[in-house]
């Protein structure tokens, strides 16, 4: 069974106080990790994949790196409006004769930046 | 382009009673998924279909019933509403390996 852990739950940082989310996953045959992004009342918005160990993928303050058992999002120079809940998904292969590519969410860690 | 667009925006019914929740896409993608976001439980899928009249069972299918009779448009159904299934349930959508697009939910409450 896929398992898809996020720490720490929450995190609080004063602007500009940089600092890592943790997701930390166990699949069998990774397709791709996926980072999201949700504000109250919204739906998740999309913001990486990394689809193998060793890749890096940068937008603005926000990086995220994979190993083979948990990826980082390395939050730079944070600002307020980076406050949002911040969710880590695995995709594996299609388990199915017809074919599908689920992904399994963590919990999400939600950060909050103050002024 | 709206993306993924999810009606209505709120409910409140009251138990035993039913609904459907209605997501179109404009994005032509072949799949679309149902999942519910309950407080510490994060997103679970409850069912998803791979193409146009194909559905298929996610980890809480549940109580739930689901359409895909065109390509842009996935109807989750509940038949006889219970206050367990009080929740935000999300659509999405996406091309196979592709990132999955998500509107922005229905809160539903069950009284």
């Known amino acids: 069974e896929d398992q898809v852990t996020q720490s720490p739950e929450a995190l609080r940082l004063q602007e500009g106080e940089s600092s890592s989310l943790n997701c930390s996953y166990t699949?069998?045959?990774?397709?791709?990790l996926f980072w999201y992004r949700q504000d109250p009342g919204k739906g998740p918005e999309f913001l990486f994949t990394?689809?193998?160990a060793g890749e890096e993928k940068e937008k603005e303050r926000l990086k995220a790196t994979l190993t083979k058992k948990e990826s980082f999002l390395h939050i730079t120079a944070p600002k307020p409006e980076d406050s949002a809940t911040y969710l880590c998904a695995v995709q594996a292969p299609p388990r199915s004769g017809a074919g599908s590519y689920q992904l399994t969410f963590g919990k999400g860690t939600k950060l909050s930046v103050i002024p | 382009n709206a993306g993924v667009t999810q009606t209505p925006k709120f409910r409140v019914l009251k138990t035993g009673q039913s609904m459907t929740l209605l997501c179109a896409q404009d994005m032509n993608h072949e799949y679309m998924y149902w999942y519910r976001q309950d407080p510490g439980m994060g997103l679970r899928l409850i069912h998803y279909s791979v193409g146009e009249g194909t559905t298929a069972k996610g980890e809480v299918p549940d109580g739930y019933n689901v359409s895909r009779l065109k390509k842009q448009n996935f109807l989750l159904g509940l038949e006889s509403a219970a206050p367990s299934q009080t929740s935000v349930y999300f659509c999405?959508?996406?091309?196979?390996?592709?990132?999955?697009?998500f509107g922005d939910g229905t809160r539903l409450s069950i009284l």
């Open positions: 990394l689809y193998s």
């Open positions: 999405a959508s996406n091309d196979g390996y592709q990132p999955q697009h």
């Open positions: 699949v069998s045959g990774l397709r791709g």
